[in-house]
């Protein structure tokens, strides 16, 4: 094997990160994850230190609640003038279990110079085969999630033709109480600031052009933040809050109807909507 210009001027930067999959690892997980990345990083000239491992101890997928904050602090690394320049996973599927996030990851370690690698495979950035391959590999894992979901909304299927809530408890959306008046018309039962209302509907109007547009998800959270926009229960924003409000079906009905009030992150109540619906 040729040996490369980073090997001949020393060692490169080098940055592992592991993930545990749920019911699938075995206890000494940590240690095999990182024995193998740092043997990986040395073969390909790195060398990793230990502000430079990444752990992650929560789901991958659209479907999770928490944020994988190693893998954000993984990806700011790498968008820093000294960050690590070689990036090791053990597999695909640990770091990526989304075609979208993984597209981003690929924008990012191209314009950074960065070489990913697994056990498996280093992956050439420019070569369209190897990308390709890389997408299919993390498109199969993500099919996986969704047919578990698709069976657990199978399972609440039941407690929906019985009026119960269990698809709604956890909505991103937050709308105005209502209730049904004497003459049978809906009327709301807590107010909301018009004024909040209205900034809070352009903040989707502007989140859905910019994503037409090709923003990142990551990118139009941190942008959020830096300015000072909170969620309705005064909280940052996170990647998981920002998805499910842009995607929940609360929010493509009610946020193109001027007439219904939205408010985000929170518990929904959406007029018009009762429980035998």
Known sequence: MPVSSAQRSGPVRAAVYRRMSEGKDTPDWEERQFEDGVSLAERMGGTVAPEDVYTDVVSASRFSKKERKDYLRLLAAIEAPDGPRIVVAWMEDRAHRQVLELAEFIDICREHGVRVATPAAEYDLDDPDAVSLWFIKVRFAEAEVEKTSKRLRRQRQPGGREGLPAGWQSSPLRLPEVGQGQ????????????????????????AVARIIAG???RGIVNDWNARGVRTTTDGAWSRIGFRRVMTSRLSRVCATTRARRIRLSGRPSCPGRTGNR
């Open 183 to 206: 003459d049978g018309r809906m009327v709301p039962g807590s107010a909301v600031p018009m004024s909040r209302v209205r900034q809070e509907q352009e903040l989707i109007r502007e």
């Open 215 to 217: 923003d990142s998800v």
